[in-house]
């Protein structure tokens, strides 16, 4: 026998990856069902010790137990009910155990061997083990396994861009939309005979007030938007020290805990797939506008040192 335990680290495992080794898994039991029908036929007219068989008298089955965050679970023993469940209520789901086994016979003449082999998946929000137990005689199984292990090594990494620079997304998205409503009120301010002198003899004055109160003003709209979007994808805090300046303790990312652990897409991460390629789209659209906001800041900055210079 083979055996073996995978364990998921900083990997996003989608959805769809699951259900499609789900579906492979019900396809190949569907194959060897009829395998096995196939053989039936073929050794009818032989004795016994003349036979030969590869899947002898199959038994392939596929269950799962789902536990959901109302405190109820539900134990289905065929694909097709798991699979009505998997596609309505993986939202609902908190954690699920699927089993994945075989047990048959190979005969050549009067030599019988037995064979029996199984895939557990414990599937969790934040990790999925996987304990595999595979025939080193018959590969019947082998082509699951190596799905599985070929799925979760092309995962895309959970610790990946939208993490690391998330202060960085969340600052060029901000001053983006807040340059211009900015741009606009420090500009209305050069009514103000006091600001717009400032404007003449502090010639910094009017791009740093714009890109400060772009930012504010940025920070404020989105804000709100950007953390639901990051809520459920950021890694958690941890303990690191006390501030005995401003008497207060200091937390920061647990980086280590979350490149540890995984990113399945079942349960509360439902949609965090969708919400990374959100972030990923926001911060492309606002960055798009930033030469143009940059080119806009330098001509009013231009204009507000003349008109605070000669008027």
């Given at each position: 026998m083979y055996?073996?335990?995978i364990k998921v680290a900083n990997k996003i495992i989608s959805d769809t990856d699951l259900a499609d080794i789900f579906q492979r898994m019900d396809e190949?039991?569907?194959e060897n069902q009829q395998i096995c029908r196939q053989e039936t036929m073929e050794n009818e007219k032989y004795e016994r010790e003349y036979q030969h068989w590869t899947?002898?008298?199959f038994e392939g089955s596929f269950s799962c137990k789902y536990n959901f965050y109302d405190d109820t679970n539900i134990n289905v023993d065929n694909y097709l009910s798991f699979i009505t469940?998997?596609?309505n209520r993986l939202h609902e789901v908190k954690d699920m155990r699927v089993r994945y086994s075989y047990h048959y016979w190979i005969q050549n003449g009067?030599?019988?061997?037995?064979?029996?082999?199984h895939i557990n998946m414990s599937i969790y929000e934040y990790k999925m083990d996987i304990e595999v137990n595979?025939?080193?005689?018959?590969k019947k199984m082998d082509d699951i396994y190596q799905l599985i292990k070929e799925r979760i090594l092309k995962s895309p990494e959970r610790y990946d861009r939208v993490i690391k620079k998330k202060n960085s997304i969340a600052n060029k998205i901000g001053f983006a939309s807040g340059i211009i409503p900015s741009l606009i009120i420090c500009t209305l301010l050069a009514f103000v005979p006091a600001i717009r002198q400032a404007y003449g003899t502090t010639y910094v004055l009017f791009?740093?007030?714009a890109v400060i109160l772009a930012f504010m003003i940025g920070n404020t709209v989105f804000s709100g938007k950007l953390d639901r979007l990051?809520?459920?994808?950021?890694p958690e805090k941890k303990y690191a020290g006390y501030d005995s300046k401003n008497y207060k303790s200091i937390y920061k990312d647990d980086i280590e805990k979350y490149v540890e652990t995984s990113e399945i897409i079942i349960g509360k991460n439902i949609d965090n797939i969708k919400n990374r390629k959100e972030i990923v789209e926001l911060e492309k659209k606002y960055s798009s506008y930033i030469p143009k906001e940059l080119i806009a800041l330098l001509i009013l900055s231009i204009v507000m040192i003349l008109v605070g210079k000669f008027i």
């Open positions: 055996n073996d335990t190949e039991i569907k899947t002898k008298d469940i998997f596609n009067k030599e019988l061997k037995m064979v029996s082999q595979l025939s080193s005689e018959d791009p740093i007030a990051y809520s459920s994808i950021v």
